[in-house]
């Protein structure tokens, strides 16, 4: 059960848990869900290949009293759900994001109990698959379950936020390891990491993937596509 449902199981029952006081207002963990699949639903836009993108960053704009409230109580795991619901809102609604999704809360001037959301694309070297299917110019790579598709020519892995997809193990280095799209196919180079960059349990400095490969940094599994499932 994620910090929504356990927000909103709090307030149903009346029971003091740690997010029955997220807001200072009225104002409930699934309106601000609410809000963000209505200013998806408003700003999508239809693309000539027909593929129907939609903003990936949201601004939830807060009374002072509000904000503050969110920003004391746990705002960044609020924040990580609030992103996850709005990857599967998008995957049921077949839209499309040019990069990662990202939840910010900030300070507002409007009246105490309202919110209001601002939204923005911004194209990333990755995002979260919705509806797509891999190809060799946009491959998909699946961590532990998560998938990303690879809409930029580099890629960058690792365990620092300046890496391009974050892996949260602390086994990674900070920037680990590097994808790159050529025209001779996708090239995966070890940045000097640690504790090395695995293709089929085989160490590599470098080395171009094949289709299904399974890679290995820290101990963190990754796999390689480039045609969908059920290709």
Known sequence: MGVVDRFEKAVSLGVNAPFS???ASSIKAVDVKTAIRESMDNSRATLSDG???VPNEYQVL???KDYESVMAANSQVLSQELAQDATAYATEQSYVFVGPVEVVFSAGDHPLGELKIDNSIRRGPAAPVTTAGASPSHPIIDIEGQQWLL???????GRGSEADIVVHDPGVSRRHLELRITPQGVIATDLGSTNGSYVEG??????TLLDGNELTIGRTHLLFWT????E
């Open 202 to 207: 085989h160490r590599i400095s470098a080395a």
């Open 21 to 23: 006081k997220m807001f």
């Open 151 to 157: 809409t930029e020519p580099v890629t960058v892995i």
């Open 62 to 64: 807060l009374n002072q």
């Open 227 to 230: 045609s969908s499932a059920d």
């Open 51 to 53: 593929r129907v993108v």
